[in-house]
């Protein structure tokens, strides 16, 4: 099985690939699902910054620098073609980085447990003051949205991606086991994408997230 090349990554903690042809083989149709990398108890989750966040990163193992805010809602996907959507495959302004950034499972976890829903829902909250009442209290945000092929097409399962800020990015920053620069794999993929040879178009081996905590609200469920 290959993996993404970064040279400067310990073996243990290389992110195995599959083709893109293979992708959806593990992965329901519908529903919102958490699909992520995954492995011994971590989870891979994907941000793109601008080249200076991004360096810093890499460079100290953690976020900051005097680029970047920790007041600033920073979002996280775990799910890797929704951040090539989101970044045009790396090439879009400030989003020219991408970093894959893995942490522990539990921590991830401890995050959707303090998450809102960034637009009300009438399933989760009782009243629109209750839903304000909890964005106020939280410094966590979530957002379902359609998953995309890798051309950018919209697929009936959706992703999650979640906003942090303050306490709650900070918690995730102090945890952090691990950044990657996988802009140079990104751009090598962006090239079969563009050039319509899917056939060696190759992405991460994502499967379900299954939380093991019960006390997550946050409207999972697929088929």
Request: with cysteine; hydrophobic share 35%.
């Amino acid at each position: 099985m290959n993996t993404i090349d970064c040279t400067s990554t310990p073996v243990d903690k290389q992110i195995s690939l599959i083709p893109y042809s293979e992708s959806e083989n593990h992965l329901p149709q519908s529903g919102n699902v958490i699909s992520a990398y995954q492995a011994k108890g971590d989870i891979v989750v994907y941000q793109a910054y601008n080249p200076t966040i991004a360096k810093y990163a890499v460079e100290h193992q953690k976020l900051g620098g005097n680029a970047f805010s920790f007041n600033r809602m920073t979002w996280i996907k775990p799910n890797y073609l929704w951040m090539m959507y989101r970044s045009g495959w790396a090439s879009k302004e400030n989003q020219e980085r991408i970093l894959a950034i893995r942490i522990p499972g539990e921590i991830w976890e401890e995050i959707l447990v303090q998450a809102v829903f960034s637009a009300f829902q009438a399933d989760i909250y009782g009243s629109h003051e209750q839903w304000r009442a909890a964005l106020e209290n939280s410094d966590v945000r979530l957002q379902w949205d359609p998953n995309h092929d890798a051309h950018g097409n919209k697929r009936d399962r959706r992703a999650i991606q979640i906003g942090m800020k303050d306490q709650a990015l900070n918690l995730f920053n102090d945890h952090i086991q691990l950044i990657e620069d996988i802009t140079p794999f990104v751009e090598k993929q962006r090239i079969y994408l563009e050039h319509d040879q899917l056939q060696y178009l190759e992405v991460p081996d994502e499967r379900v997230y299954v939380p093991q905590r019960t006390d997550l609200n946050i409207g999972l469920g697929g088929h």
